[in-house]
């Protein structure tokens, strides 16, 4: 147990559809990654949040967006899903900001889309 | 084309034999992570080597860093059913906070 929460742990919905994925970090953590693991893509970098600011930017959509809050949890909203949306989307956490920090993970919510 | 390329993509052998992956880049990185990832689950950090030539044992895990900081590779010794996993490396090339990840080493040790 990494001590990383997410949830849901499944979900399904259709296309056009928005979504909400909810992560609670380890306690301690200010850090908050969100990545998306699909079969062709492998483990993709979406956005970080350091502190309930946004630090890092990596391959996210437009309809992606993220926010951390003051309680440090973060959530990551879908929208106008689409099939290839489908993945597994993990949440990390870590003390500090840089990318060399050790990275605990959640266990991830399996999105599907029909 | 990934950042990080791994090799090989599949390795599947017997309890008790020796492997090596490798995680190869153009780019330098200062520093480069790996992780395994089981069915399910989310990927757990195994190592971060730093500095270049650096050897950093684990057990019968031995991982080592490029002098040129462009790869890395990691050796298993007398593998186990309980390697098996997905081998991931990683690293943040242009130090901003952008992980990259290696497609990964998909490695099934059977008993």
């Known amino acids: 147990d990494s001590g990383v929460t997410q949830t849901p742990k499944h979900l399904i919905t259709a296309t056009g559809q928005r979504v909400t994925l909810r992560c609670s970090p380890r306690?301690?953590?200010?850090?908050v990654y969100w990545y998306q693991q699909s079969l062709d893509q492998g483990l993709q970098f979406l956005i970080q949040?350091?502190?309930?600011?946004?630090?890092a930017k990596g391959n996210i959509l437009e309809r992606f967006s993220a926010q951390q809050f003051p309680d440090l949890h973060s959530e990551l909203n879908l929208s106008s899903l689409e099939l290839g949306d489908s993945a597994l989307y993990f949440c990390?956490?870590?003390?500090?900001?840089?990318?060399?920090?050790?990275?605990?993970f959640g266990p991830g919510t399996r999105l599907t889309v029909l | 084309t990934q950042l990080l390329e791994q090799s090989p993509q599949f390795l599947s052998i017997q309890e008790g034999e020796n492997l090596t992956v490798y995680c190869n880049s153009s780019?330098?990185?200062?520093?480069l992570q790996w992780y395994r990832q089981e069915p399910g689950e989310g990927p757990v950090l195994l190592v971060t080597v730093v500095t270049g030539g650096e050897v950093k044992k684990l057990k019968r895990l031995t991982f080592q860093f490029g002098d040129a900081r462009k790869d890395s590779s990691l050796h298993i010794t007398a593998a186990q059913p309980g390697d098996t996993g997905l081998y991931l490396c990683a690293g943040d090339p242009y130090n901003n906070n952008d992980m990259r990840f290696g497609a990964g080493t998909r490695l099934t040790v059977k008993p």
């Open positions: 780019s330098v990185f200062s520093s």
């Open positions: 990390a956490s870590s003390v500090a900001t840089s990318g060399e920090n050790e990275q605990f």
């Open positions: 306690s301690g953590d200010l850090s």
């Open positions: 949040y350091y502190n309930g600011e946004e630090r």
